[in-house]
């Protein structure tokens, strides 16, 4: 047996109206993915080299825990010809973070820090991209 709800969907119109629609289920999936995209494709222009997942991952663990900062694991890309040595010294030397060279572009990066440290780091003209995951901290 296939069970179908329909309800309203509240919209505003081009002037500020709000408008009610029938919808389903589906509709509304598609509706509500299709917005989250858009969403992630703005959070990607504001924040051109950070990864819009991390970004998401970051902030849902700072509103979630506000007293302590995420657990973070960077992969940060840098450009070609890039001092790999002399970029892991400076990001050791100014945050205290456990850093490891990744490849010969690349270093990984691990620690407690937030979506502002993150936009930080990542306004060093060298860097390409960062990437990465967060989760709880440790305790």
Do not use: C, W
Request: aromatic share 10%.
């Amino acid at each position: 047996m296939i069970i179908y709800f329909s309800f309203k969907l509240y919209f505003t119109n081009d002037i500020g109206m709000a408008q009610a629609s029938e919808t389903t289920d589906t509709d509304v999936s598609q509706i509500v993915e299709k917005q989250y995209n858009n969403f992630l494709q703005e959070i990607g222009k504001k924040l051109s080299k950070i990864d819009a997942n991390l970004a998401m991952q970051v902030m849902y663990y700072e509103r979630k825990f506000p007293e302590v900062e995420p657990s973070v694991h960077l992969k940060i890309h840098y450009q070609d010809r890039t001092d790999m040595e002399k970029k892991r010294s400076k990001l050791n030397s100014r945050y205290g973070y456990l850093i490891a060279l990744e490849s010969r572009n690349g270093l990984k990066v691990a620690g407690l820090m937030d979506l502002k440290r993150i936009d930080e780091i990542s306004s060093d003209p060298d860097i390409k991209a960062i990437t990465g995951s967060a989760s709880i901290a440790a305790y």
